[in-house]
């Protein structure tokens, strides 16, 4: 076989690869969420939210990936099997909403709250990453400013559908 033959059937092999590439991608924005209700209070007031539940692997991976909206009083909810480390991360690629994230601990206290701009970057590793700085088992993700208008703050307790998230007596 020629070399010309042979480089017309790798084009034709690979062209015919972009169709299932195009499907594949199209199927990994399909990932169904869960919804729940959260509430977080304090002892001035509380603040419910409907959110989407991220439990496993690919919809945390997934997150609010390519969303150009969050209702008002909507966020998404990650929760992790077992506590993870003040060293671990979580970055905003292909994310296009301006969002804050509070890190809740295993007491069911937000521990930690930071802003994280979008990342419009091509590449994943030019997105920044955002430590959290504690131990957490849970992370909630709202627009941009929610904790600060609805008076949010580290050690408010978060419930989910009615009951505490995490181990606090005294939420």
């Known amino acids: 076989m020629t070399s010309c033959c042979l480089d017309r059937i790798i084009v034709s092999l690979l062209l015919s690869l972009i169709p299932a590439l195009a499907l594949a991608q199209e199927a990994s924005r399909d990932i169904d969420f869960a919804t729940a209700e959260v509430t977080i209070h304090n002892e001035r007031h509380a603040a419910q939210l409907s959110v989407e539940l991220a439990v496993n692997g690919r919809q945390r991976a997934r997150g609010l990936m390519e969303r150009e909206h969050l209702g008002a009083?909507?966020?998404?909810?990650?929760?992790?099997?077992?506590?993870?480390?003040?060293?671990t991360s979580v970055w905003m690629y292909r994310t296009r909403i301006p969002l804050d994230i509070a890190f809740i601990g295993g007491d069911g206290r937000i521990a930690a709250i930071q802003e994280m701009p979008p990342c419009d970057a091509d590449a994943p590793g030019d997105c920044p990453t955002y430590e959290a700085g504690v131990t957490y088992v849970a992370a909630l993700e709202v627009n941009a400013g929610y904790f600060d208008e609805n008076d949010i703050d580290i050690g408010d307790c978060v419930a989910l559908d009615g009951e505490r998230l995490g181990r606090a007596s005294d939420c």
């Open 73 to 87: 009083d909507a966020g998404m909810l990650f929760l992790y099997e077992r506590e993870r480390t003040p060293g």
